[in-house]
């Protein structure tokens, strides 16, 4: 608590707030008063206090209501609640909800300023708290993210800073970077980190179920839909929905879930009730929005909407102080897991995990030491159990991704040539190979029939010799 202590008082009757301005005039707080509610919970959400006192009763959102908001956003703010001599039974209601103290109207002066002091010695102890739970969860997130090189520790602090607000988040960064694990360090530093992390990959749910998924639907609302369904938005209030993939959503429901976060209101599919949710937004993506705007293919209001706080995640090219340390983290996770002792890595073996060019990022890195986990019989990682010795695939050559041949070399051919490698060193699983490439599912998909390996043979079928 730095300077004066500011105290928001929520009252709807104009003359009792008078009475408390005069009150509180020749006390050392900064006092400001909301008329109902809902301009508390907006004042709320929009400054900072250190202490909230509200009435119980009050039309629009009651006292619960801001409780509630207060205890979902800011659980080290105290509350306090005022209430007529015959409703205690809504100020113990209060209490169990998480409110540090009650005065009963009418009330004496000296009373009401003994219980704003003692809230407020409250509210310190529970900042003291907070912080504390915060730099030990802080601790313990980091044991599992590598940031040894100066990208990734500015992708910390950037983290750090938006983790306190409730500040909408852009995550953008190519596929398998480590998106979701700087969403889940957001979420548990976030005064959230008690309220639900919910997840949605936005590429990976057929069109059609979409809109269900995150909405949810009413029984009979269509064909199939034979009992009612809580969506991912109503199962998020209180906590994080992380929207993966975001680019990849359909045009057609772009607007709905641009008004959701704006209202913070959604319908369910075949249902005219609104509901209120509490949700703190992240989304992510390998595209370029941008782009993607330009092109048509995104609405440009839910770019801006989404793009409040960006943070860019590099590749694990450009981290490359990180790929030893993942190295060995992925090693060492991967023995415990199979029971084995965690072997040496040989000059041999480390040269080739730091010269290759990881297109894959991290996600692939960890693969590649889990496979080499399952195949160690010795003491020693030796290069061969990675998979990766000689695929060419993004392999290091003097710093660059490829080397032109002396002939020419097309970007056309390239590409094509990427494409055939990535499917054969994924056994021809598209979204795998896609993974692999740092592209969606759909983006690959366009690029195969590009160059007519759609039909490319799945795994376990006879694989097609390049023409």
């Known amino acids: 608590m730095i300077g004066r202590p500011r105290i928001l008082i929520a009252e709807d009757e104009e003359r009792l707030r008078r009475l408390l301005?005069?009150?509180?005039?020749?006390?050392?707080?900064?006092?400001?008063?909301?008329?109902?509610?809902?301009?508390?919970?907006?004042?709320?959400?929009?400054e900072g206090f250190d202490l909230v006192v509200t009435d119980m009763r009050m039309p629009g959102a009651d006292g619960m209501q801001v409780l509630e908001a207060v205890k979902t956003h800011r659980p080290d703010v105290p509350v306090v609640v005022m209430t007529a001599f015959g409703s205690i039974e809504s100020a113990v209601e209060a209490m169990?909800?998480?409110?540090?103290?009650?005065?009963?109207?009418?009330?004496?002066?000296?009373?009401?300023?003994?219980?704003?002091?003692?809230?407020?010695?409250v509210g310190r102890l529970l900042s003291e708290n907070w912080q504390l739970r915060r730099e030990v969860r802080e601790r313990h997130n980091l044991e599992h993210i590598v940031a040894e090189s100066p990208a990734m520790q500015r992708v910390l602090q950037a983290a750090r800073q938006v983790a306190a607000s409730n500040a909408t988040v852009l995550l953008t960064g190519p596929s398998g970077c480590g998106k979701e694990v700087i969403t889940r360090f957001i979420h548990e530093l976030s005064p959230r980190a008690r309220g639900p992390f919910v997840a949605v990959n936005c590429a990976a749910i057929p069109e059609n179920l979409?809109?269900?998924d995150l909405f949810g639907h009413e029984r009979g609302a269509f064909t199939g839909a034979t009992e009612r369904k809580v969506g991912k938005f109503e199962l998020a209030s209180g906590g994080t929905l992380?929207?993966?993939?975001?680019?990849?959503?359909?045009?057609?429901?772009?607007?709905k879930v641009l008004r959701a976060i704006e209202t913070q209101v959604i319908e369910r599919v075949g249902s005219t009730r609104?509901?209120?949710?509490?949700?703190r937004?992240?989304?992510?993506?390998?595209?370029?929005?941008?782009?993607?705007?330009?092109?048509?293919?995104?609405?440009?209001?839910?770019?801006?909407?989404?793009?409040?706080?960006?943070?860019?995640i590099p590749s694990l090219?450009?981290?490359r102080a990180d790929i030893m340390p993942l190295t060995q983290l992925f090693l060492e996770k991967a023995c415990a897991q199979m029971g084995k002792r965690v072997p040496s890595i040989p000059p041999e073996t480390r040269r080739l995990i730091e010269h290759y060019a990881w297109p894959g990022n991290v996600r692939e890195l960890q693969n590649?030491?889990?496979r080499a986990t399952i195949l160690l019989t010795g003491e020693r990682l030796l290069p061969e159990l990675l998979g990766i010795a000689g695929t060419g695939l993004g392999a290091v050559s003097g710093g660059s991704m490829f080397t032109i041949p002396a002939s020419g070399f097309s970007l056309e051919e390239h590409e094509r040539s990427l494409l055939v490698q990535a499917l054969q060193r994924t056994g021809y699983n598209k979204s795998r190979a896609a993974r692999l490439l740092g592209v969606s599912r759909a983006t690959l998909r366009y690029r195969l029939e590009k160059f007519g390996l759609l039909d490319a043979p799945a795994a376990g079928e006879p694989q097609r010799s390049n023409p």
């Not at 008329?35 to 004042?43: F, K």
């Not at 293919?297 to 960006?310: I, K, Q």
């Open 21 to 46: 301005g005069m009150l509180l005039s020749d006390t050392d707080y900064e006092v400001k008063f909301a008329a109902d509610g809902e301009e508390a919970i907006r004042l709320f959400a929009s």
């Open 274 to 279: 609104s509901i209120k949710t509490d949700i």
């Open 210 to 212: 979409l809109e269900s």
């Open 96 to 121: 169990r909800a998480g409110a540090v103290d009650y005065v009963t109207k009418p009330f004496e002066a000296e009373r009401f300023k003994l219980s704003l002091e003692r809230a407020l010695g």
């Open 281 to 312: 937004f992240i989304a992510a993506t390998n595209a370029r929005l941008a782009e993607a705007v330009a092109a048509g293919r995104f609405r440009g209001d839910l770019f801006f909407r989404l793009n409040v706080f960006p943070i860019e």
């Open 242 to 255: 992380f929207l993966d993939e975001i680019a990849e959503m359909p045009l057609a429901l772009q607007a």
């Open 368 to 370: 590649a030491v889990e």
């Open 317 to 319: 090219s450009e981290r």
